[in-house]
């Protein structure tokens, strides 16, 4: 992404094409020059002090070194050193943007022959220390084929915005395509057969990063950018990520409760179906390493929706009533990141509106306003779980008896109540209400041995 920052010299239309008002000393004195070796290789150091020149539009200092270029160049200039956050600048002889200003790397385009002007700027008045500068000329292939394995260098310009490749796969599997750039807010999309795809961030910070499973064909690799004008070099390049041993990718379609299987999310969302044949307690949750979970349930009397539910980092879980029916599975991401997900299923049966339950048994309730409150009977000393599942209020789950007094808000994830504790054999009361006390809906509570 580009940084609008003071440069190191007067401009003629550089501040106006930045949209921003620089006032600088003059001039800078040149304080080296940048000579290529037969490699296409160059190396610079100096050093911001306190009396290196000043930039009057912020206090920071700089230095600037000379550079020969020629029409055609592309040259790429990585700075090091201590000095912490430099913005490098170049302008040609007429004082004209060419290109930057950029923290730490920077990428010469130069549009004619001649001498040019590299300015290394401090990040603030008081930013100083040591630098070097690493300058290489590459070549950017903006276009033609995209090999799997293989790493692209391209180039974006304001006159070429977005550069297309051509992507054929061989064998049908799991492929992963990244873009990175530390010039710009990078977006990658991929077009063909039934695929289209797009991603902007989900390869971290502003880079893009698409995980697609891809049947043998063609397809159209688009390197683009946020920024207006898309400027600024990128690394591109596409891998096949092999599923683990015995896994196969379930990406829609029927599935049986108390199931799990794998699959890919990516920009659409994976929807899968299950029935229900009696009044059950029925658990979804998506898990993954690598994406934000979010997972939607429909059918019968039930639209609920999750992101954070499952309690533990980023994965979903919906945990709900439902009654015999056809349910609907949504699995997707938060933000349209691509990645590997679990999606685990189970049910219990709910044993009518009683008043009391035992382990392994759920009972279902109505809250109108006050507490509703179940006996849990313990035949033996353990640890035990009880949860309180609601959608239609915020849990809030109470136990007493035998010397025990617990309650819980959202420990079952999201607004929902879970209280896992050591109990001796006897009969304890369970009171169901919810946190503001004001809550009215349908409940189930369901108990288990741990």
């Not at 300015?119 to 220390?129: D, I, K, L, M």
């Amino acid at each position: 992404m580009l940084f609008i920052k003071n440069l190191p010299f007067p401009l003629t239309r550089g501040a106006v094409a930045l949209g921003m008002a620089v006032t600088l000393a003059g001039c800078a004195a040149t304080q080296g020059t940048a000579v290529f070796d037969a490699e296409g290789k160059a190396r610079l150091q100096g050093e911001i002090t306190s009396t290196s020149p000043v930039n009057f539009s912020d206090g920071s200092h700089h230095q600037v070194f000379s550079v020969k270029l020629k029409q055609g160049d592309l040259v790429r200039v990585q700075q090091g050193g201590a000095l912490d956050g430099a913005v490098l600048t170049l302008v040609d002889e007429r004082n004209q943007l060419v290109s930057g200003p950029n923290h730490g790397t920077l990428h010469l385009t130069p549009d004619a022959d001649g001498t040019y002007r590299l300015g290394v700027s401090g990040s603030g008045p008081s930013t100083f220390g040591p630098f070097q500068l690493a300058l290489e000329k590459v070549s950017a292939r903006n276009g033609g084929a995209l090999e799997l394995d293989d790493s692209v260098f391209g180039l974006l310009t304001r006159g070429n915005q977005a550069n297309d490749y051509t992507l054929t796969v061989a064998e049908a599997g799991l492929y992963e395509i990244t873009m990175t750039s530390d010039d710009m807010d990078t977006v990658l999309k991929l077009s063909g057969g039934s695929v289209s795809a797009e991603d902007d961030d989900g390869g971290g910070g502003t880079n893009s990063r698409l995980t697609v499973q891809l049947d043998p064909g063609s397809y159209q690799v688009t390197a683009t950018a946020l920024d207006d004008p898309a400027e600024g070099a990128y690394d591109l390049s596409v891998t096949s990520r092999p599923l683990p041993e015995g896994v196969e990718l379930v990406n829609g379609g029927p599935i049986e409760l108390g199931s799990s299987i794998t699959g890919l999310a990516d920009s659409s969302p994976k929807v899968y179906s299950f029935d229900v044949s009696e009044r059950s307690l029925v658990r979804v949750v998506m898990s993954s390493a690598v994406v934000d979970s979010y997972l939607s349930l429909q059918g019968p009397g039930v639209d609920v929706s999750d992101d954070d539910g499952a309690g533990s980092n980023l994965d979903a879980a919906i945990t709900t009533l439902v009654a015999p029916g056809s349910y609907r599975v949504s699995a997707s991401t938060v933000d349209g990141s691509a990645g590997l997900f679990t999606l685990t299923t189970s049910t219990q049966a709910v044993n009518g509106n009683g008043s009391s339950l035992r382990p392994g048994e759920a009972v279902s309730g109505v809250l109108s306003g006050a507490s509703v409150e179940k006996t849990l009977v313990v035949r033996e000393a353990g640890h035990y779980k009880v949860e309180l599942y609601s959608s239609d209020f915020d849990a809030m789950l109470k136990l007493t008896g035998n010397g025990v007094e617990l309650e819980d808000d959202d420990g079952a994830g999201g607004t929902n109540s879970r209280i896992s504790t050591y109990l001796e054999a006897g009969r304890y009361t369970l009171a169901a209400s919810s946190y503001d006390n004001n809550g009215r809906g349908s409940f189930v509570i369901s108990a288990e041995r741990e």
